[in-house]
DNA sequence: TCGATTTGTTTATTGGTTGAATTATTTGCT
DNA sequence: AGCAAATAATTCAACCAATAAACAAATCGA
């Protein structure tokens, strides 16, 4: 098998798009080193030549992506290696949140550390979506302003309902949202490129870059239940950008009604609302040892509908985040037996079952990081649009 | 966004890389075009030069891909154009496919017209594997030495059962096969490259070909029911390959107990056993009017099913095939209402539901067509192979 | 101090696309 | 019939990016 370029794209590629693929082959090579990477490594890694590879990070130094840092450990002979990491001063990527009851600023730079952070509890509901952006907007200048002067290569919105792929909001039920241009709204406000997508899918991009594993289904149990698929890397979004409605799936068909006028979805079985009332809590923060049956019952649902969701697409792992994630020790019992027991291929290969690394602050945390991913998945381009 | 040319894979590209890309973009932009095409007019379709098209067009013709044929109709001035299509004596796929009670071996040509097709009715259960497969081998060369000397590029096997990446069929409960390396087999036999892939993914391969919709889910109803996924125009196969397995979805959680252990399968709701059951049928063939209800019930079985698959993957398209063609206008009467109740986005969108273009020989035809598939997405490959 | 070793750069070469000029072949106009 | 305009396809020099090989730089070990 000849290197495969393009997959399904039908455009011409010319030297340009050699260069710029190659370039992002050593931006990424660098990234996902744990320490320091020489040139030469990174030729090796690559399978560049070292000229080639030299010739590539200088235009990525030039352009404020890598940074030569202290040489590496010293190993025997030899001239010593000059290390390349990401730059701490490279272009940061801004996450923001708009949820039920707050709004969340977030400014990761290129190595993805969090530069600063922004939480302002508020009850979204009464306010238009115009006032809740121009807030959100506000909130994001100020975390801007905070870690000093860095460029910032874009932002990333994070919403609880579906949007298209321009950026608009078509329905966010919990916010009252219809028909939201919130791309176009904050690009406005802030003068910068922004993209928009679903909170459950950028919360499970912050768990890809926590964990590695290249293909897992998230869920996120918030207020709904939702999911981000990510297949082979990358974020499934839908033919539409709608993927993950993974609350509205039948688990007890004649079941329970739900508010989107079907019976038996997941949601009813395993959203908050149905927890809390099997428990009898007021508050998942106060879940005591009575609350175990309900539970187990909710994650039975969960198990139902992830089963359906694995014998489908395949996926060797699932991961349980938003609320979903510090229960998984109880819902685990409820989940596993359901698994094992549905999925036509468990006695060949084990599903993987784990909680998120990230909790509340995922989907702001995803966001950000879907900027700089962008940036490392197309270093040519941020460059073009630097200079 | 400038022109992004690999998706996830990390390897270098060199210029030979380019040239592969772009014999490949000019090869699918003349394949997919109805009527025979110019260098010029294919120069405009790619954005490439015209220059480097008849370059391209050079190689790809030297290699027997594309042949030159009469100019299309006149139009206004200018020195006529010479059209290009695809090699009617290009090279073939062969498309092979092992059954319960049936073998079957197809040649389609670089154009995609089937060359010739054989069918073998015997059952296959009591025969064992290493048998079956030399069978299918002599099947399969009387199928080559018919249409005349064609090149042959390869070889594709549809197997009822799951099929690890290598070709190893895992389990093929059915045939009663078990670690099967069918592709071993048959490549010592034939002396073609060979592989192997469940038959409801080669059945949506088939259905990509004659509906050109790129996005869809393609279910099929044989003895088990399973389904194929195709996202944006390729086939997803899941991290193991096992994608698919729609006949395991659950659908009523506490309900009838399936073959495979579990309860509730839609399998069990859906599947030919139980359509026949449900009606009182010895036969597919021989349902009658009072067979009604019982294809009603069955389709809503698989509306259940369908609905968690679209509220999760947001597929605009279904298409019923196998055994399920012919009844999607009995079926359909129990599907629809489901897909309408519970998808969540369903008034938001349509989502069209439709009977396969092919019946039982979907899946052979998908076989051969995979392979020509392979061919014009990679022609540099190709001509490197058969140099 | 010197050779071995590894890193990084320089230079000529190669492969592939581009753009402009050139050749080829037809239609339409006079 | 003859000529201009138009369109198709080819040729050729220029350019761009990667490669290979030689070279310079910096360190270790004896």
Chains 1, 2 share one sequence.
Do not use: K
């Not at 994630?325 to 599903?351: H, N, Y």
């Amino acid at each position: 098998m000849t290197a495969r370029i393009l997959a399904s794209t039908h455009a011409p590629v010319r030297q340009s798009s050699v260069r710029a693929h190659n370039l992002a082959l050593v931006l990424q090579t660098v990234a996902n080193s744990a320490e320091p990477r020489s040139r030469a490594a990174t030729a090796a890694a690559t399978g560049l030549t070292r000229a080639t590879v030299s010739a590539l990070v200088d235009d990525l130094v030039a352009g404020g992506l890598l940074a030569e840092v202290a040489p590496a450990p010293r190993t025997g002979a030899g001239r010593p290696a000059a290390g390349l990491t990401l730059s701490p001063d490279g272009p940061a990527g801004l996450g923001l949140e708009i949820n039920v009851d707050y709004l969340a600023a977030c400014v990761v730079d290129l190595r993805g550390t969090v530069r600063h952070r922004l939480v302002e509890h508020a009850d979204q509901r009464p306010v238009d979506a115009t006032t809740a952006l121009a807030g959100l907007a506000g909130l994001a200048r100020r975390a801007l302003a905070e870690p000093g002067p860095l460029p910032v290569a874009g932002a990333a919105l994070a919403v609880p309902g579906l949007v298209s792929p321009g950026g608009l909001v078509r329905v966010a039920p919990n916010l009252g949202w219809h028909d939201v241009d919130a791309a176009a709204l904050l690009r406005d406000a802030l003068d910068l490129p922004v993209t928009v997508d679903n909170e459950a899918n950028l919360a499970a991009l912050s768990e890809l870059r926590a964990a590695g594993t290249p293909d897992f289904v998230y869920v996120s149990g918030e207020i709904g239940v939702g999911a981000g698929i990510v297949l082979g890397g990358a974020l499934y979004r839908g033919v539409r950008g709608w993927s993950g409605e993974i609350g509205h799936v039948p688990v007890h068909p004649d079941g329970l009604p739900c508010r989107c006028g079907a019976r038996g979805c997941l949601e009813q079985y395993a959203g908050q609302e149905a927890i809390l009332r099997a428990a009898g809590a007021p508050s998942l923060d106060l879940l005591d040892a009575a609350a175990g049956p309900a539970l187990r019952d909710a994650g039975t649902a969960l198990g139902i509908a992830l089963s359906g969701v694995v014998n489908l697409l395949d996926l060797d792992t699932v991961v349980l985040g938003g609320s979903y994630g510090p229960l998984l020790p109880w819902l685990r019992g409820g989940i596993e037996p359901e698994l094992r027991r549905r999925v036509l291929t468990a006695d060949l290969a084990p599903i993987t079952l784990r909680a998120a690394a990230l909790g509340a602050d995922a989907a702001v945390r995803g966001a950000a990081d879907s900027v700089i991913r962008a940036v490392q998945a197309d270093p040519a381009g941020y460059l073009a649009r630097a200079a």
